[in-house]
């Protein structure tokens, strides 16, 4: 009896396979928990081994770029010369920079067509052949003497001349943007104007001015630059210089100081004297020699023309002098409006006040006073500046002036 019990009692015997089932559940859930983490874990090494592997080849390709700039730092020099003559397809007749002419001979696999007399080369520095030809390059002083923006400053900011406003205009602005008006009548339009007055009225910011002003190329050197140590150099500068205003024509070329390079011509001068020499004669040759300017226009300033060769001034180069002296009661005025329009100002100051005491003020002077009236203002923590601030300015230049005069350092120059 007991037996039959037994087997016909079910929790007994089901109760044990329920348990293993269970158990290989769980086992089958952690394998597959721990698969994909494996898996995942694998993905992320490959994609970390790309990277690396990209990263190893940036640096290997860094790594040879350097090794090459090594290389190329620690060989030798060359020397840059020119072509003088061409003897044969071996022989070459160059000049090097010092001026030196030597017979060398040149690679063969170089163009034979680009070894032409006036070709600039590099030489090797031991045996002086030809190594490679170089290309033709402006000098870098003349390519950075463009100005590529426009300054801020336009005819609107001076006060005082505007007869010589009307005369540039009519000089360099007028024959660039209405050429036929001049052939209307037959006649070719000025080449260049020479301003010309004392120091501090407005040379140089009447040139800005017109750069502001015209949509042309602008090119701006001071004279000093053109002034070269070694022969022909500031006579290949002058000519480069006029060679790219004629490559960005329409254009205008402004040289400052201009009396540098355009002193008179004397029959005792030293070398370097000889040299500035030949600099005007390159000059004088550009203003009015075989190459016409055509859409070319000069701008120079200095103030010493009474040192100015005649050759320089005569028509033709410098059609028209332009002074610009100081500035009379009218002009004080409007260069005073300009300076002081935008200045917080006390009821009891009056510009005709101002414009009295200011007799021969150069337009210069003129802004250094009121800078100075603002000063003295911001210094006593005010929020405007009234006629005493002005007073104690007019007196403070006025002293600079004349002690720049007798030669002497004023007691207050750096307070």
Known sequence: MSS??????????DSLPAREEDGIDRQLSRLEKDYRELTEKAQNLLTERVYLENEVSQQKKKVSRLEEEIRMLRSPPHIVGHVQDRISDEKIVVRSSNGTVFLVSANQRIDQDLLKPGARVALNQDTLSVIEVLHDAWDPLVTGAEMVEKPDISYSDMGGIDEQIRLVKESIELPLSSPESFTRFGIKPPKGVLLVGPPGCGKTMLAKAVASSTDCSFIRLVGSELAQKYIGEGGR????????AREKAPSIVFIDEIDAIGAKRLDTATSGDREVQRTLMQLLAELDGFDALDDVK??????????????????????????????????????LNIHMGKMPKAKDLSVAKIVSKTKGFSGADLKATCVEAAMVAIRA????????DFRTAIERISEKKENSTRGDAPENLFH
């Open 381 to 388: 923590k005010r929020k405007s500046v009234n006629a005493k």
């Open 4 to 13: 039959d019990s037994d087997t016909l009692n079910p929790g007994n015997g």
């Open 237 to 244: 500068m002058v000519r480069e210089l006029f060679d790219l």
């Open 298 to 335: 000069l701008i120079s300033a200095t103030n010493r023309p009474d040192i100015l060769d005649e050759a320089l001034l005569r028509p033709g180069r410098f059609d028209r002098i332009i002074e610009i002296p100081l500035p009379n009661e009218e002009g004080r005025t409007a260069i």
